[in-house]
């Protein structure tokens, strides 16, 4: 099996200066007095295997570990590697401060790399059923049945085993936790039922008023309308009545005579009517023929603006191309003023011109230079110009008889050549187009040597000297003056273009000037036209005022037409109608009262059925109600008073309470959806435990029988008895509980006791732990156990140790056992 011990190699550890063990496959006994070195083996196995010192039982300095008088302690273990190369683990104390350096196959590892490696080997040094160190026996025997039962597992159970247990823990905590939650809403369910049975009462109570108020509002709402409708007919009545009387009275007292005068008054009123029928027709004659003008005015007005408006539009359209050709006008002047300014200054080198043409003689009687050749000279950037009239002039002055003949001694510095290649290179400077070879003619041999003693730039001059009196060099810097011989040029081609542009404008302005004048002839035209309708107009508007007269002269006799009407009517026609007034006025007033308390009734039966009357559709709801009601009134109000009555008797009631009792119903609701909630969550639960419980106790089971089995049979070779067992308790699913149980018996006359610390002696314990070790040989999932054992000096004890490893055959033993 991958992890076995294969080699242990110490130096300078504890007592030890250097050692090395060999471990064989099976069962090894290390034999020796006290004090010979067996639990230092022990602990290099330990220690070498990323263990903390305080598992051994002794002190956590490590520098105890390392032998005395030396600077540090090696352990070296080999463990069994089946798929390659061995591993090889190296772990080196060293004294002086307690550090340790760790190894693996001759590299240096981490201890957390090391103590990945022990776990993946399944190394568990720290289980007491694998490694039970000598100063830890005892430990074995405080440990309770539960941690027991978890070391024994980790040794010896399959993969899982543990792992399901954990989750068996867990589980049954949830279930414990579900339990409570279960019996404490429980116990609130019980609470609140009580609670509500309390006041289910009171609140049957409170719903039969409300039940009575409801009917009595129902009979106040039906009594409401049943009063109205009353009301309403008897208005009706009473309106019939009071029309009936006023007509009686009044036409049987006043039929014949009112028959005569209005006989007359219509006859009256043909005669009017025949008088005004001339003048209405008339009238509307003059309206019509007034309403034709109208609309031929407007007509014509229209238009008059539009013909106004294009005029406007055109006149603005000219005044922008004056404005515009004006403008054009002052910036052809501007350019013929520049132009004119040109002239005078070309007029002005013409005559410097004549007067370099005579010095130009003077040069060629001197030099041999081909005037010719200094007229082609000209610059190619614009900005030279000034520097190159600038020099032609200098050399013009340089080259002229009268110069100062002081000149002839100045220092040179920088010879022409070198200076010339120099601007040319650097500068990029080019000051002619002619050809080297006439250049060369422009230049004196003679004066090959000559230097500038001015230096210059694109507007600056800069003249150098030295100093007579102190000999230092002096500068002076001057500004170029603007150059005239190269920068003047004048452009034929623009100026004949700029000419005809200004002809071109001057022809466009006259052909506007001309269009101007016949949109103004237009413009006077339409004024013409428009002064004919403006007259028409006033036209129109005395016509329109005589047809006012004309209308107020027929008003006038419609007033002498209705003066004839009243002063038909007699004084006893007078009477008569003011005491059928009074009559009239009296049942107005009694109707108005009436309909005022008829209002009044509507508006009580509207308030009662929330605004609705029969006309609207949402009043159905009342109707309906209503049909199960009396018909009558003495019959409703009745009702209304027995069920007054019952109110009184029921008593007062909280108010609150119905809303208390629907909020303890729904706490109740509640309640019992989370006991719902919790239960299936449980069931859920334990259907889960059940699975792994399923395929955990059974093997487990099986795994305690087995080690019973081995456990029992070497107590039976030692003459004594000892049992193995799996305690859960009185609950099966308290898992929390499960552990093993080692029961021994050392004399026939005892019963089996547990093993712990008080019952049995020293030697008991150790030969009995040293038992349970060996049962666990045949089942052990780890590469190696470790039991150092302490059985005392009693040779028996002796002999009972040696013999229960006898009765365990070790050639089937699947891991290494170390004593």
């Known amino acids: ?362 040069l060629q009687q001197k030099q041999e230079i081909n005037p010719a050749e200094l007229e082609n000279l000209k610059a190619k950037e614009i900005e030279y110009k000034q520097v190159k009239s600038s020099h032609m002039s200098n050399e013009i002055k340089e080259d002229i008889p009268w110069r100062r003949s002081g000149e002839s001694h100045v220092q040179h510095s920088m010879a022409t050549g070198s200076f010339m290649k120099r601007a040319l290179e650097n500068r990029r400077l080019k000051f002619s187009d002619v050809s080297d070879q006439r250049l060369r003619k422009l230049c004196d041999p003679s004066s090959t040597n000559d230097v500038y003693k001015a230096v210059m730039s694109l507007h600056k001059r800069q003249d150098r000297s030295i100093s007579k009196y102190s000999g230092e060099m002096l500068c002076r810097q001057d500004n170029l003056r603007p150059a005239k011989l190269l920068n003047i040029s004048v452009d034929e081609e623009e100026l004949a273009r700029i000419d005809s542009r200004i002809l071109e404008m001057k022809q466009a302005l006259q052909n506007t000037d001309e269009e101007l004048e016949q949109l103004e002839t237009e413009v006077a035209q339409v004024d013409k036209k428009l002064e004919k309708i403006i007259q028409k107009r006033h036209e129109l508007e005395g016509h329109e005022q005589k047809i006012t007269q004309l209308n107020n002269r027929i008003r006038a006799k419609e007033d002498d037409i209705r003066r004839c009407r009243r002063e038909l009517e007699s004084e006893e026609q007078i009477k008569e109608s003011y005491n059928r007034n009074i009559l009239l006025d009296t049942a107005e007033r009694d109707l108005a009262s009436m309909k005022t308390n008829l209002r009044e009734l509507l508006e009580a039966a509207k308030a009662s059925t929330d605004g609705f009357t029969p006309a609207n559709p949402e009043f159905e709801r009342y109707s309906a109600l209503f049909e199960t009601l009396p018909n009558d009134v003495v019959d409703l109000k009745s009702a209304i008073r027995e069920t007054r009555a019952k109110l009184s008797c029921l008593g007062d009631v909280n108010p609150h309470l119905i809303q208390e009792y629907e909020q303890r119903n729904q706490q109740i609701a509640d309640l019992n959806g989370a006991l719902e909630g919790r239960a299936n969550k449980n069931g859920t639960l334990m259907e889960k435990m059940q699975e792994i419980k399923g395929r955990w106790l059974p093997p487990l089971r099986e795994l305690v029988e087995r080690i019973n089995s081995k456990f029992g049979e070497c107590f039976n070779a030692l003459k004594s008895a000892g049992e193995v067992v799996l305690d859960y308790g009185q609950d099966e699913n308290d898992f929390e509980h499960y552990g093993l149980r080692i029961r021994v018996k050392f004399r026939s006359e005892d019963q089996l006791q547990n093993l712990n610390r008080r019952l049995q002696s020293g030697g008991e314990r150790s030969v009995s732990t040293a038992i349970f070790m060996i049962s666990l040989q045949g089942l052990s999932r780890v590469p190696f156990c470790c039991d150092p054992m302490f059985v005392g000096s009693n040779p028996a004890r002796v002999d009972e140790f040696f013999l229960s490893y006898k009765v365990c055959p070790m050639s089937s033993v699947a891991c290494k056992r170390t004593l």
């Open 1 to 362: 099996m991958d992890g076995r011990i294969e080699r242990i190699v110490l130096t300078n550890f504890m007592t030890y200066t250097h050692v090395e063990v060999l471990p064989g496959p099976h069962l090894n006994i290390v034999i020796g007095p006290n004090g010979t070195g067996k639990s230092s083996i022990v602990c290099a196995i330990l220690l070498g295997l990323k263990t903390k010192p305080k598992v051994l039982g002794r002190g956590g300095n490590l520098t105890s570990f390392v032998k005395t008088g030396c600077s540090s302690a090696t352990i070296e273990i080999e463990l069994l590697n089946l798929q390659g190369k061995n591993y090889i683990i190296k772990r080196v104390i060293i004294a002086k401060d307690g550090s340790s350096k760790w190894f693996l196959n001759g590299d240096e590892k981490s201890s957390k790399e090391i103590e990945d490696l022990a776990t993946k080997l399944k190394l568990q040094v720290d289980n007491l059923c694998q490694f039970l160190p000598q100063d830890r026996v005892q430990d074995f025997a405080r440990m309770d049945h539960h941690e027991l039962l978890i070391n024994t597992i980790k040794c010896v159970g399959s993969d899982g085993m543990l792992e399901d247990l954990e989750q068996l823990k867990k589980f049954r905590k949830m279930e414990l936790e579900l339990l409570g939650d279960v019996q404490q809403l429980k116990e609130r369910l019980g609470r609140e039922q009580q609670l509500i049975a309390r006041i289910q009462g009171e609140v049957d109570s409170l719903n039969q008023r409300e039940s009575m108020e409801k009917d009595l509002t129902s009979y106040k709402q039906k009594l409401a309308w049943l009063l109205y409708g009353m009301k309403r007919t008897d208005l009706t009545e009473q309106c019939f009545l009071y029309c009936g009387t006023w007509a009686t009275g009044a036409v049987c007292q006043t039929g014949s005579k009112l028959k005569q005068k209005v006989k007359e008054a219509l006859q009256h009123k043909k005669q009017h009517e025949t008088r005004i029928a001339p003048f209405e027709k008339a009238a509307q004659t003059d309206e019509q023929n007034l309403r034709r003008l109208q609309e031929q005015l407007n007509q014509e007005f229209r238009l008059v603006e539009g013909k106004r408006q294009e005029m406007d539009r055109k006149v603005r359209d000219v005044q922008l191309t004056e404005g515009l050709l004006e403008d054009e006008k002052r910036r052809l002047n501007t350019k013929l003023k520049e132009r004119e300014k040109l002239l005078n200054a070309i007029t002005d080198l013409e005559r410097g011109l004549e007067m370099l043409r005579d010095n130009l003689a003077h």
